[in-house]
């Protein structure tokens, strides 16, 4: 169960189940339609799916873009390795999830990274709110701007609040 503040969590967690049905590891980088930016360059490749979703993915990073409805609005990132910043402007109407081997990450109207490796699922929150849930079961936990959370496998999750280094060497793997 996500651990709830002022904000209920209900919804998010129904988008939880609703997409962890299609996180299947993702065999090649897939953008389900969103349209690459020709202008960008350096570390990472930004994405524009439309409706108010904005996704930055490193170069590196082994991903794809879920949409599993085919109407044209992405519900999920699974990102098996490396690292992804998610902006999805306020009041867009729609959730968006993150999914990867350790943590389901699932949101409406923010923008957070999420770094996968191996052993750990890392996110943290630039602005809005941001539902985390272990894969496997536990304890998820909601996090706010500043705040981030390290998913190494089912359990209680917490947030904490991140440095201005930690955050800022996450944020720098999208040239930011």
Same mark, same amino acid.
């Given at each position: 169960?996500?651990? !709830? ?13 609703? #997409? ?5 590891? @993702?065999?090649?980088? !897939? ?5 690459? /930016? ?18 930055? +993915?490193?170069?590196? &990073? ?21 690292? @992804?910043? +998610?902006?999805?402007? $306020? ?12 943590? =389901?990450? !699932? ?6 990274? #999420? /770094?996968? &490796?191996?052993?750990?699922?890392? =996110?943290? %929150? %630039? ?6 849930? $272990? ?5 998820? +936990? #909601? ?6 959370? /390290? ?13 201005? &280094? ?11």
């Amino acid at each position: 169960m996500i651990r !709830s503040s002022r904000h209920a969590a209900s919804g998010l967690l129904a988008v939880v189940a609703a #997409v962890a049905a299609l996180a299947t590891p @993702a065999a090649a980088q !897939s953008n389900a339609g969103c349209r690459p /930016d020709p202008a960008a360059t350096g570390p990472a490749i930004t994405l524009d799916c439309g409706h108010g979703l904005r996704i930055t +993915v490193e170069r590196s &990073a082994a991903y794809a873009v879920v949409d599993g409805n085919s109407d044209g609005r992405p519900e999920a990132l699974r990102l098996d390795r490396g690292a @992804a910043l +998610v902006k999805v402007d $306020p009041g867009a109407g729609r959730g968006f999830q993150i999914l990867t081997p350790r943590a =389901v990450a !699932s949101v409406r109207g923010t923008e957070w990274a #999420v /770094d996968a &490796a191996s052993d750990v699922t890392s =996110v943290f %929150v %630039v602005s809005g709110r941001v539902a985390v849930a $272990p894969r496997g079961g536990g304890s998820g +936990v #909601v996090l706010q701007a500043g705040e981030g959370v /390290d998913v190494r496998g089912p359990g209680q999750q917490r947030a904490i609040r991140w440095g201005a &280094a930690r955050a800022a060497a996450l944020l720098a793997r999208f040239g930011r």
